[in-house]
């Protein structure tokens, strides 16, 4: 695949799935701008390693550093083709809680997870309207679909909004050549799922799966490039599980 003169910006891809994301595009030939919020060093280093990146700092629970991160992309690469909306978190909040904690939990979840994408989809469509076309693509999760457990209300709600909101750009935006994808993983091996294998143990998350092997970044970001690359853009609107067979629907 080669997705040379392709500009993409890929939000959390300082670690786990977002860095194998930008990994792929970037030996791709794609120019990469990498944001990060806490993981400065792992950025810089993909950046050393491959010259069409560049880096971008923001922490997306504000949503002024928000939209200086997509004014500061844009004003590096000249236009973006491509965007990947893959950061997030996933923070537990039982009800338990006092609800002022829970709550707290809720509006932190639901402003990295959602409010940034609804902010980076808004200025996204305003830029691709007026360059004649461009590609969401959301990175969701299984748990918009099969729901989650108890203690990640707001984790889930956060991916159930996410999916509504890439189906309902696809739907509006199409006759503007702007596409939006969903990609929606299961149980991935990553720094958000450490505590999961932790509490749970890798043998018993495997005996969920359909397949004999936990899911890691790698079977993942292929499809993205893919998506990225044109030939899925007939699919706009959809989304496609990666959760090794653990929730077939
Ligand atoms: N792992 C799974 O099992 C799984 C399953 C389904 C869906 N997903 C989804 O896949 C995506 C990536 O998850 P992952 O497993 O790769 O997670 P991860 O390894 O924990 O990486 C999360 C990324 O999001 C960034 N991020 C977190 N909080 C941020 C904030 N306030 N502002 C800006 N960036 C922030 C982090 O940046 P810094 O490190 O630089 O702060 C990091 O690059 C998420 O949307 C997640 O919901 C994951």
Redesign the pocket.
Known sequence: MNLKGQNILV?????????SIAMHLLQANARVGI??????T??IKIMSEYPLSETFQ????VAEEVQRLFENTLAHFGSLQTIVL?????LPHPIEEPTATWLEIWRQTMA??LE?AGIITKLGIEHFKKQGGGRFIY?????AFRGETEEYLA?AAS?GGLTSLARTVARSFGKYNIKAFVV??????????EEAIRKHGAENLVKELALNELTT?NDIAPLVAFMCSGQMDHATGSTIDINAGSYIR
């Open positions: 939000t959390g891809a300082s670690k786990g799935i977002g860095k944001h990060f919020n806490k993981s400065k792992e950025a923001a922490d997306l629970s893959n950061a997030g978190v996933f990295i997870n940034s990175i969701g999760s299984r748990a984790y991916k929606a993983p299961g149980f991935t091996q990553t720094e958000m799922a970044p």
